[in-house]
């Protein structure tokens, strides 16, 4: 749980390392278990490591892109995440291998691979899809190109955008998120406020972020909400007025976000695809799904299937969305519909190409339509 949020696949790595070997000598050999003084030298141990890995890491990336103190700051929760996006929509932007056994081998240096450090539009609209910072506003999704030329062009970069221009952006998408959002956490934090005092109990706040869709899932969620809490509610007075919750809301959902990347990364490897084809799949699932809701029902995906000319009956589909739609609710996510690409055995070249030729996206946009026509 420790190694998992918000770092790359070089961190991890590393960690893993560290792990074993940590774990080889708390190891007691006659009766093969970890006593408890074992397991708290293990986590001790552990904790140097990750500190001092992670450091190392983001002073890599720090001196490798030129950033500032500022940008260190404001991204110190999430550097190395944000840079592994970066460097994999940037592969992907450049059609470069990214899976395991591709990954393998580029190490071995059966392939070269050029350093990824500035983005073109197509790599910046994939690194937002990934973060869930793309306004669901057709019309900026399809002028992105022309925006990052314009801005790119007048920092001399001829249309491409450096990781720090990135983080930039990053910075100025979620602050228009958060204003956007302000008003109604404003409205159901004064509606929570029972006695007007302009203050939340911690139990008023958990219940309030439980209305907003941001519970957390499981317990690594639960310790980084408490983590986030403490660091907050600084003062340990057990309350939260409203800058302080709208400011755990903003970072909390951040970190959910971070959390659903990597699950999204790792499935859509454990299943086969490449970390281009992910993209690809991100970029269709953003335009069907028109209302921002992220779910697409069975319609849309049949619809979308039909436009890919793929040779399936209604039945296969249905069965295929049956199986990957766990809660029985008539509507998947992103994770729901990779496995459903998988099952229905979309052909990825095709839809790529797709992708491709079609910049405005319209025969996704169209499918999600045409499923609403037809229900």
Same mark, same amino acid.
């Given at each position: 749980?420790?190694?998992?949020?918000?770092?790359?696949?070089?961190?991890?790595?590393?960690?893993?390392?560290?792990?074993?070997?940590?774990?080889?000598?708390?190891?007691?050999?006659?009766?093969?278990?970890?006593?408890?003084?074992?397991?708290?030298?293990?986590?001790?141990?552990?904790?140097?490591?990750?500190?001092?890995?992670?450091?190392?890491?983001?002073?890599?990336?720090?001196?490798?892109?030129?950033?500032?103190?500022?940008?260190?700051?404001?991204?110190?929760?999430?550097?190395?995440?944000?840079?592994?996006?970066?460097?994999?929509?940037?592969?992907?932007?450049?059609?470069?291998?990214?899976?395991?056994?591709?990954?393998?081998?580029?190490?071995?240096?059966?392939?070269?691979?050029?350093?990824i450090t500035?983005?073109?539009?197509?790599?910046?609209?994939?690194?937002?899809?990934?973060?869930?910072?793309?306004?669901?506003?057709?019309?900026? !999704?399809?002028?992105? =190109? @022309?925006?990052?030329?314009?801005?790119?062009?007048?920092? /001399?970069?001829? %249309?491409?955008? #450096?990781? *720090?221009?990135?983080?930039?952006?990053?910075?100025?998408?979620?602050?228009?998120?958060?204003?956007?959002?302000?008003?109604?956490?404003?409205?159901?934090?004064?509606?929570?406020?029972?006695?007007?005092?302009?203050?939340?109990?911690?139990?008023?706040?958990?219940?309030?972020?439980?209305?907003?869709?941001?519970?957390p899932r499981?317990?690594?969620?639960?310790?980084?909400?408490?983590?986030?809490?403490?660091?907050?509610?600084?003062?340990?007075?057990?309350?939260?007025?409203?800058?302080?919750?709208?400011?755990?809301?903003?970072?909390?959902?951040?970190?959910?976000?971070?959390?659903?990347?990597?699950?999204?990364?790792?499935?859509?490897?454990?299943?086969?695809?490449?970390?281009?084809?992910? !993209?690809?799949?991100? =970029? @269709?699932?953003?335009?069907?799904?028109?209302?921002?809701? /992220?779910?697409? %029902?069975?319609? #849309?995906? *049949?619809?979308?299937?039909?436009?890919?000319?793929?040779?399936?009956?209604?039945?296969?589909?249905?069965?295929?969305?049956?199986?990957?739609?766990?809660?029985?609710?008539?509507?998947?996510?992103?994770?729901?519909?990779?496995?459903?690409?998988?099952?229905?055995?979309?052909?990825?070249?095709?839809l790529q190409?797709?992708?491709?030729?079609?910049?405005?996206?319209?025969?996704?946009?169209?499918?999600?339509?045409?499923?609403?026509?037809?229900?």
């Amino acid at each position: 749980r420790l190694c998992l949020r918000q770092l790359d696949a070089d961190v991890l790595t590393q960690l893993k390392t560290a792990f074993d070997e940590a774990y080889a000598a708390a190891l007691e050999h006659e009766s093969g278990e970890v006593t408890f003084d074992g397991f708290e030298g293990l986590m001790v141990s552990m904790q140097e490591m990750h500190q001092r890995v992670v450091r190392s890491r983001e002073l890599e990336i720090v001196n490798k892109h030129g950033l500032t103190m500022e940008d260190q700051m404001l991204h110190r929760e999430e550097l190395i995440a944000l840079h592994d996006s970066f460097v994999r929509a940037g592969r992907a932007s450049f059609a470069l291998p990214t899976s395991p056994s591709a990954l393998a081998q580029l190490q071995d240096g059966q392939q070269t691979v050029p350093d990824i450090t500035v983005l073109d539009a197509r790599g910046l609209r994939r690194f937002m899809l990934e973060l869930g910072l793309m306004p669901q506003d057709r019309a900026f !999704f399809l002028s992105l =190109e @022309a925006t990052v030329e314009a801005w790119s062009q007048s920092k /001399g970069l001829s %249309g491409f955008l #450096t990781f *720090r221009e990135v983080l930039r952006l990053v910075r100025e998408m979620r602050e228009a998120q958060a204003r956007q959002a302000s008003q109604e956490l404003q409205v159901l934090f004064a509606w929570f406020d029972k006695d007007r005092s302009g203050t939340l109990s911690l139990d008023e706040v958990f219940a309030l972020i439980s209305k907003l869709g941001l519970a957390p899932r499981d317990r690594d969620d639960q310790a980084e909400m408490h983590r986030l809490l403490k660091e907050i509610d600084a003062d340990n007075s057990g309350s939260l007025n409203s800058t302080e919750f709208e400011s755990l809301t903003q970072r909390f959902d951040a970190q959910l976000r971070a959390a659903e990347r990597y699950r999204e990364v790792v499935d859509g490897r454990q299943l086969g695809f490449h970390d281009n084809e992910v !993209f690809a799949l991100r =970029e @269709a699932f953003f335009a069907m799904d028109v209302d921002a809701q /992220g779910k697409l %029902g069975l319609e #849309t995906l *049949r619809t979308f299937v039909n436009r890919l000319n793929c040779r399936l009956n209604n039945q296969a589909i249905e069965e295929a969305f049956v199986d990957v739609d766990k809660d029985a609710s008539g509507e998947i996510g992103f994770i729901g519909f990779i496995h459903f690409v998988r099952l229905t055995r979309i052909c990825m070249k095709r839809l790529q190409n797709l992708l491709l030729t079609c910049a405005d996206f319209s025969p996704f946009v169209d499918a999600a339509v045409a499923s609403r026509s037809a229900r």
